[in-house]
């Protein structure tokens, strides 16, 4: 059984990082496909986009060769080659830290156009990380502080929601939806066409799961996997109707932890 096989933390931290690799792949191969936006002409510009830095080591003409649009596309090349050789060789701490440096790098550059996942994937990189340098075997305390942190993550997003009473109506879901999918038709055509009672029960349905997402690791095997399967579904079709591919590959990263904290706090404690 998938649930019995996630009771382990060298499972979980398996295929955490496989998951984490692939939307980071994603991730690069967008960047790859819209390199023309990061051209001396493009909407992310390093020229322009130097000059809004705050601080001005920033400016300086190092990071102009490792931010214009070959330096740029340089860093997403390195981390994707550098995927296989961390997925190979996990406990190396020079691969790991040297992925996790391109990542922070590349998240600076395009901080116009990040979301959630890419957030969660430099906290990921990080604690694996922080774990490599205290631990020299897989440890259950990082899966404990992933599942807290993505906790924390869905229950201030659910109590942000719970005060929009355009949340509880499904008014902001559905507009949200529209305008991530301006130049989709098909897309836009069925959100169109989508009663408006649908993203009504669909807003409460989310603002509900994510106030009570902490209780999953007490929760009782039946209702688990109920909450489990939302979980899954509400990431999945949130990637797709809002073009994050990333989002998905991240968040599914993150679900093998719950069960791994459902089972040792219903069943046992580990050792």
């Given amino acids: 059984m998938l649930y019995s096989y996630f009771t382990t933390a060298s499972?979980?931290?398996?295929?955490?990082?496989?998951?984490?690799?692939?939307?980071?792949?994603?991730?690069g191969i967008q960047h790859l496909i819209n390199y023309r936006q990061f051209g001396e002409d493009g909407l992310l510009s390093w020229r322009y986009l130097k000059r809004k830095q705050k601080y001005v080591f920033f400016r300086t003409n190092v990071f102009g060769y490792l931010f214009d649009q070959k330096g740029f596309l340089t860093l997403n090349v390195l981390r994707i080659l550098l995927?296989?050789?961390w997925l190979t060789n996990p406990s190396?701490?020079?691969?790991?830290?040297t992925l996790t440096v391109i990542n922070y790098a590349?998240?600076?550059r395009t901080a116009l156009?990040?979301?959630?996942?890419?957030?969660?994937?430099?906290?990921?990189?990080?604690?694996?990380?922080?774990?490599?340098?205290?631990?020299?075997?897989p440890s259950f305390a990082i899966i404990y502080f992933f599942s807290i942190l993505l906790f924390i993550s869905y229950f201030t997003s659910g109590i942000l929601k719970l005060y929009e009473v355009k949340w509880h109506d499904g008014y902001y879901l559905k507009k949200i939806l529209i305008n991530r999918n301006y130049g989709s038709?098909?897309?836009?055509?069925?959100?169109?066409?989508?009663?408006?009672?649908?993203?009504?029960?669909s807003g409460k349905v989310v603002i509900l799961w994510q106030v009570?997402?902490?209780?999953?690791?007490?929760?009782?095997?039946?209702?688990?996997?109920?909450?489990?399967?939302?979980?899954?579904?509400?990431?999945?079709?949130?990637?797709i109707f809002?073009?994050?591919?990333?989002?998905?590959?991240?968040?599914?990263?993150?679900?093998?932890?719950?069960i791994f904290l459902n089972f040792h706090f219903i069943c046992s404690w580990p050792v």
């Fill in 83 to 85: 995927l296989p050789c």
């Fill in 212 to 239: 009570t997402a902490f209780l999953i690791p007490f929760m009782p095997l039946p209702l688990f996997l109920i909450y489990l399967t939302i979980g899954v579904i509400f990431h999945i079709i949130t990637g």
């Fill in 106 to 108: 590349i998240y600076y």
């Fill in 242 to 258: 809002m073009g994050l591919v990333n989002f998905v590959w991240t968040f599914l990263a993150f679900m093998p932890g719950l």
């Fill in 113 to 137: 156009m990040v979301n959630a996942a890419d957030q969660l994937n430099n906290i990921a990189l990080t604690g694996l990380l922080i774990d490599r340098l205290v631990n020299s075997s």
């Fill in 185 to 201: 038709r098909w897309i836009s055509k069925i959100i169109a066409c989508t009663p408006d009672q649908i993203f009504a029960i």
């Fill in 11 to 27: 499972h979980v931290l398996f295929v955490f990082r496989w998951l984490i690799a692939i939307s980071l792949f994603f991730s």
């Fill in 92 to 97: 190396s701490f020079w691969i790991l830290l």
